[in-house]
């Protein structure tokens, strides 16, 4: 696929909140046990957002270290795109908070709402501007609270979730065939159910019978998940080896959502390639939902797991339910 100029991502940045939530404390809130989570889940601990702060401040920390990560200036960015599902408020975006923050004005600046997919989604966006010759410079971040949405009384979701944000700077170039080379998309709203929080949208407004009943809680159908997750990620992975003719053994990174280990090896095990292969943190972080696949594509990047000129694949899998993947050629 030839074209003129490409889009590379110049930087990536994250950041964690300090407050670091254990299975050990888990197990003094609800009935579980750290050998229960880590069997089934993979995971050991979670960052959590202190009271006071929220997910700009999040995405904000982390833009900053992608933006000095890469060749620019915060000034030489010229769009915000912002992937959460929890945001500040309602309005304005978190995209426009974070664009405050970073001192930016007369940009656009905005959020996009594809929970788990959010940063796939977002690269893809970038992507298609900054190949247009749009933009130069666009700004993705990935900034989530879900500690917000946790019920910590329900066993069965409390132990997954985690703050955190990633970001990454999206910069045009001329040389071609480089960075994003493209993505593969999708979302199927007849599942968004076994997904999802009830309450406090204009569907069921912010009532006491909506808090009482505890409906502004992330509500999960884990079961069912668990098999659509591995099986729209193993399909998204495929078609982008598809669109673009590529083997397998092509690829030398694999950065997927952090949603739960045993996804992550159905992954591996259904796309025959080795679990060696993919990068894994949920051990630390737990599901951060948008922020996960960010995050992990910074720590691989400085811990020397991704090198020049490597073929990189992101994928992930969320509620709507959304999933897709971006293939990337690492440029520096």
């Known amino acids: 696929m030839n074209k003129m100029g490409s889009a590379f991502i110049n930087g990536t940045g994250s950041y964690l909140p300090e407050k670091v939530l254990t299975n050990r404390d888990l197990e003094m809130m609800v009935d579980t046990s750290d050998e229960w989570i880590t069997t089934r889940t993979g995971i050991k601990e979670r960052r959590i957002c202190p009271a006071g702060k929220c997910s700009s401040d999040l995405g904000y920390e982390a833009s900053l270290k992608a933006i000095e990560n890469s060749s620019i200036n915060v000034e030489d960015i010229e769009m915000i795109i912002c992937a959460t599902i929890t945001p500040d408020m309602y309005f304005p975006s978190t995209g426009c908070m974070i664009q405050k923050k970073l001192g930016l004005n007369n940009i656009p600046s905005f959020d996009i709402s594809a929970a788990c997919s959010g940063f796939i989604y977002g690269l893809e966006i970038a992507r298609n501007f900054v190949e247009n010759k749009k933009y130069k410079n666009?700004?993705?971040?990935?900034?989530?609270?879900?500690?917000?949405?946790?019920?910590?009384?329900?066993?069965?979701?409390?132990?997954?979730?985690?703050?955190?944000?990633?970001?990454?700077?999206?910069?045009?170039?001329?040389?071609?065939?480089?960075?994003?080379?493209?993505?593969?998309?999708?979302?199927?709203?007849?599942?968004?159910?076994?997904?999802?929080?009830?309450?406090?949208?204009?569907?069921?407004?912010?009532?006491?019978?909506?808090?009482?009943?505890?409906?502004?809680?992330?509500?999960?159908?884990?079961?069912?998940?668990?098999?659509?997750?591995?099986?729209?990620?193993?399909?998204?992975?495929?078609?982008?080896?598809?669109?673009?003719?590529?083997?397998?053994?092509?690829?030398?990174?694999?950065?997927?959502?952090?949603?739960?280990?045993?996804?992550?090896?159905?992954?591996?095990?259904?796309?025959?390639?080795?679990?060696?292969?993919?990068?894994?943190?949920?051990?630390?972080?737990?599901?951060?939902?948008?922020?996960?696949?960010?995050?992990?594509?910074?720590?691989?990047?400085?811990?020397?797991?991704?090198?020049?000129?490597?073929?990189?694949?992101?994928?992930?899998?969320?509620?709507?339910?959304?999933?897709?993947?971006?293939?990337?050629?690492?440029?520096?």
Request: net charge neutral; aromatic share 8%; hydrophobic share 45%.
């Open 138 to 332: 666009i700004l993705v971040v990935a900034a989530e609270c879900m500690s917000r949405l946790t019920d910590y009384t329900d066993r069965n979701t409390c132990v997954l979730l985690g703050d955190g944000a990633g970001a990454a700077v999206v910069s045009y170039t001329e040389k071609e065939n480089t960075g994003i080379l493209g993505s593969y998309i999708s979302s199927s709203g007849k599942y968004g159910k076994l997904l999802y929080v009830p309450a406090g949208g204009s569907l069921l407004p912010a009532s006491f019978e909506t808090v009482e009943k505890r409906l502004h809680f992330m509500k999960m159908e884990g079961p069912a998940l668990f098999k659509i997750a591995v099986q729209t990620m193993t399909e998204s992975v495929l078609a982008i080896l598809k669109d673009f003719n590529l083997k397998k053994e092509d690829i030398s990174l694999i950065v997927p959502h952090q949603a739960n280990l045993r996804i992550i090896s159905s992954v591996s095990k259904n796309l025959g390639i080795p679990l060696e292969k993919f990068f894994i943190n949920i051990e630390k972080y737990g599901n951060m939902s948008a922020a996960c696949v960010p995050v992990a594509l910074d720590e691989a990047a400085r811990e020397g797991r991704i090198k020049q000129g490597d073929l990189i694949v992101t994928v992930a899998f969320g509620a709507g339910l959304t999933w897709g993947a971006n293939l990337i050629r690492w440029e520096k």
